[in-house]
Structures are given as structure tokens and as C-alpha cells.
Antibody, heavy 126, light 107 residues
Framework: QVQLVQSGAEVKKPGASVKVSCKAS????????MHWVRQAPGQGLEWMGRINPGSDDTDYAEKFQGRVTMTTDTSTTTAYMELSSLRSDDTAVYYC???????????????????WGQGTQVTVSS | EIVLTQSPGTLSLSPGERATLSCRASQSVSANSLAWYQQKPGQAPRLVIHGASYRAFGIPDRFSGSGSGTAFTLTISRLEPEDFAVYYC????????FGQGTKLEIK
């Protein structure tokens, strides 16, 4: 079945970088965008950006431009999200999620995220 | 950026009751790209509704979605104990965004 399995929890000091992985299985990895979403403690979901594994094209949320780098390794069907210059308010659970895109004949597109990875806790603390 | 506002923030109901959750957009959103997710404590979000009104695979038919333009609704016709969770709406326009969530709690 389609599955996304993320790497384990990380503890980092302010100013450091973190790289989270997301191993995909059960579907053609290059055919679907992979997104990254984070959730600070007790807060809602925040979209960070996406990557096309087939082309490595990326779109980042303006808030994270310059600090986030999303990459993929098609040989291992793994997506990566690296966040640099970490601050305490980057403490959050980070999720990867596969985007489904359906383009009907009438035009437009249907888009949704399914499935999601289990999440990776990143704690930034001195 | 399209801002999604969900209401109420918290909804307290009993099993068997009907739940109506609202998601309003700051500008018109294509219904094609309006989705709802359910999140339980310590778990990843789970897709409930896509395309504003289509139930995801495995979602019971007590869940339904509706709406267009700037106003969307998730309805749970008869609440079961496992339905109590936080629900998020999400849209894709020129970018992606989520609502702040509605917590559905047991009264």
C-alpha cells in the first residue's frame, strides 16, 4: 500500500540545520508532488513547500524562502526537507504528504494530500 | 494568499448529534481544490473530503461536504465516538493554505 515513513525525532541547537527524510513506497515516486507541512505545539497546520520528484522543481512558502531546501533521491524514493538557521519557534512536528492531482476534461484540477507521513518531531533548544 | 477561517473554534456535541463545521475563504476558491482533514492527538492528518464534496476512501457516509466560492461546510450527520478530533480545511489557489482548525469535542 502507499506509505510515507519519516525519519526519527531530532534535537537541535539554535542556528543549526536539520534534515528530515520521507521514504515513499507503493506508488511511482516521480509521478507525484511531495509536500512538507509543519505543526507547532498546540497549533494548526502550516504549508512549507513542495517538490516535484520527476524534475526537482520546487515551490516554497514565502515565509521559508532562503531557509528551506527540498530535495529527492529517486533511486531510494526518498524526499528530504532541510531547514537551516533554526530558531526556537521552529520547534514543531514536520510532515511530508503526497499530493494527488486530477485534471478533468472540463479543465481545472482537483488537488488533495494523501497519504501523510507519521511526522517527525524537531525540537530546537539551547 | 487566500486565508481560510474556520468556525467555530471548538464545537461541543454528544454522540449521535449532528455536527456542522464551517470554512470561509478570503476570496473565491475552486471547489475542486477544497479538502478537509481529520487529526487525532498524536496522529498525522487524515483525508476526509476532497473536491469539497467527495469522501475519501474508507470514510463513512455520515461525513459529507458541500459549498462553493468562499463558503464550505463539513457535516457529520450522527457523531460516533471516533469522530471527535480536530478538523482542518485546506485549499489550493495560487498557493496552499489551511484553516486554523475546529476542535470537535465530546460534550
Amino acid at each position: 500500500q502507499v506509505q510515507l515513513v519519516q525519519s526519527g525525532a531530532e534535537v537541535k541547537k539554535p542556528g543549526a540545520s536539520v534534515k528530515v527524510s520521507c521514504k515513499a513506497s507503493g506508488y511511482p515516486f516521480s509521478g507525484y508532488y511531495m509536500h512538507w507541512v509543519r505543526q507547532a505545539p498546540g497549533q494548526g497546520l502550516e504549508w512549507m513547500g513542495r517538490i516535484n520528484p520527476g524534475s526537482d522543481d520546487t515551490d516554497y512558502a514565502e515565509k521559508f524562502q532562503g531557509r528551506v531546501t527540498m530535495t529527492t533521491d529517486t533511486s531510494t524514493t526518498t524526499a528530504y526537507m532541510e531547514l537551516s538557521s533554526l530558531r526556537s519557534d521552529d520547534t514543531a512536528v514536520y510532515y511530508c504528504a503526497r499530493e494527488i492531482v486530477v485534471v478533468p476534461a472540463a479543465g481545472g484540477s482537483y488537488r488533495w494530500f494523501n497519504p501523510w507521513g507519521q511526522g517527525t518531531q524537531v525540537t530546537v533548544s539551547s | 494568499e487566500i486565508v481560510l477561517t474556520q468556525s467555530p473554534g471548538t464545537l461541543s456535541l454528544s454522540p449521535g448529534e449532528r455536527a456542522t463545521l464551517s470554512c470561509r475563504a478570503s476570496q473565491s476558491v475552486s471547489a475542486n481544490s477544497l479538502a478537509w482533514y481529520q487529526q487525532k492527538p498524536g496522529q498525522a492528518p487524515r483525508l476526509v473530503i476532497h473536491g469539497a464534496s467527495y469522501r475519501a476512501f474508507g470514510i463513512p457516509d455520515r461525513f459529507s461536504g458541500s459549498g462553493s466560492g468562499t463558503a464550505f461546510t463539513l457535516t457529520i450527520s450522527r457523531l460516533e465516538p471516533e469522530d471527535f478530533a480536530v478538523y482542518y480545511c485546506q485549499q489550493y489557489g495560487s498557493s496552499y493554505s489551511f484553516g486554523q482548525g475546529t476542535k470537535l469535542e465530546i460534550k
